[in-house]
């Protein structure tokens, strides 16, 4: 690690957040010290911050809030709590998720279609945890009176992970807004950028709008490489995300683009 542990030593890309392991290339790189909980270097000696000999503590034995900020109690809390939500696991293999030879094509490409960028990433991510949250049943979308808005409504609690897509969407349930003000707000939540005070008319938008790539998108993707998951096989978990959201899908094929839209129009709301 250098600096302050914010730069990954495998890959050298830079970490939002101190983590166990790398959010991009998932090596392991730091340990918490059990005298005084604080993430350090998982190849040193001794803490980096308060100097005793290094003995990793195991996540059951922290104390949340106890020498930490409240973003780091989030995320240590986010450890017991996590499940393999489908925008974090997306968010590992989004080539992957993105697969396109010319005779097949998976379902986000079709929604969201092939051209690269981190519009398309963002998209794809809030898509997947929308899709999760109903398919969990945390969630259910429900035809307003006006016969065109989507209302999202709560099932049941969220208990999984504080900082995620899924967690944002799901604290936006039953109150009383419309799928794409839930998204708005789930965005600006998780992104800490606020949309715009005054809605610019935007004339709607198909799944395969091919829009540039502001800012807010690459926060979109970057949360969604930060959530937690539990220890997991990685290639099972693919299938099994993928199937969820190829089934969903199949199952709702006009309920799944008009998500797919919404998602669209959430994230072109946002200024660069």
């Known amino acids: 690690m250098e600096g302050e542990g914010l730069t990954c030593r495998y ?12 959010p991009w290339c998932g090596r392991t790189i ?11 270097d998982d190849q040193g000696t001794v803490c980096e911050h308060c100097g005793a000999p290094l003995e990793p503590d195991r996540p059951e034995g922290l104390h949340i809030g106890v020498g930490l900020d409240d973003r780091m109690a989030k995320f240590i809390a986010d450890r ?27 379902v986000l490409v079709d929604l969201f279609g092939s051209s690269p960028g981190p519009h398309r990433e963002a998209a794809a991510l809030l898509f997947a945890a929308t899709v999760y949250l109903i398919h969990h049943g945390y969630c259910a979308l429900r035809l307003m009176e006006d016969g065109r808005s989507l209302l999202w409504t709560e099932k049941r609690p969220w208990d999984g992970q504080t900082i995620s897509l899924e967690g944002a969407l799901a604290r936006q349930a039953g109150l009383g807004q419309t799928l794409l003000q839930a998204l708005r707000q789930a965005i600006a939540e998780e992104t800490g950028v606020s949309p715009e ?57 006009g309920l799944a683009r008009r998500i797919a839209e919404e998602v669209l129009e959430a994230l072109s709301w946002f200024r660069a």
Do not use: N
């Open 30 to 40: 730091m340990v918490i010290c059990s005298h005084c909980k604080q993430y350090t």
């Open 80 to 106: 017991r709590r996590a499940h393999l939500v489908a925008s974090a696991v997306v968010a590992q293999d989004l080539p992957g998720f993105f697969y396109s030879d010319g005779q097949r094509q998976t």
């Open 197 to 253: 005070r005054e809605e610019v008319p935007v004339r709607r938008r198909g799944p395969r709008a091919v829009l540039s790539a502001p800012p807010i998108a690459e926060a979109v993707v970057e949360v969604g490489r930060r959530t937690v998951l539990p220890e997991h096989l990685e290639k099972e978990a693919y299938r099994e995300t993928y199937r969820t959201l190829a089934d969903f899908v199949r199952q709702e094929p």
């Open 11 to 22: 890959c050298g890309r830079p970490i939002a957040v101190p983590a166990s392991r790398c």
